[in-house]
């Protein structure tokens, strides 16, 4: 059997297996020239958020706060995201312009009414 790094496929080549047919992975590479299309899986109000940076990565937990009685116990739904640290990088400057935007829409009497926590 080869190793991995010889066994790779550029485009339109084709991989077999040991036992298998030869499949054209450049097939599943290609997408037609349209727009490409968001799919959420789910959206989630939350209120609160906490998260851990690695050697390796990140993670952001966002969390729905007070949760719920499930079963006599506090509930608290959530959703973990995991990030590269290049990609923390570029979530502090999208969520910084996303300030400024707030901070402009406050002056001009568009904002949400909260209060600065700080």
């Known amino acids: 059997m080869r190793p991995e790094k010889e066994a790779g496929a550029k485009k339109g080549q084709t991989v077999a297996g040991e036992y298998g047919q030869n499949v054209s992975l450049s097939r599943y590479y290609e997408y037609p020239p349209s727009e490409p299309r968001l ?10 958020f906490t998260g851990n940076v690695s050697s390796e990565d990140a993670f952001i937990d966002f969390i729905e706060l007070p949760g719920r009685k499930l079963d006599g116990i506090q509930t608290i739904e959530g959703c973990r995201i995991y990030l590269t640290h290049n990609n923390v990088r570029a979530l502090y400057a999208l969520l910084g312009e996303m300030v400024k935007q707030v901070e402009s829409n406050n002056a001009e009497g568009e904002g949400d009414g909260e209060q600065d926590d700080s």
């Open 39 to 48: 799919n959420l899986a789910y959206t989630k109000y939350v209120n609160g």
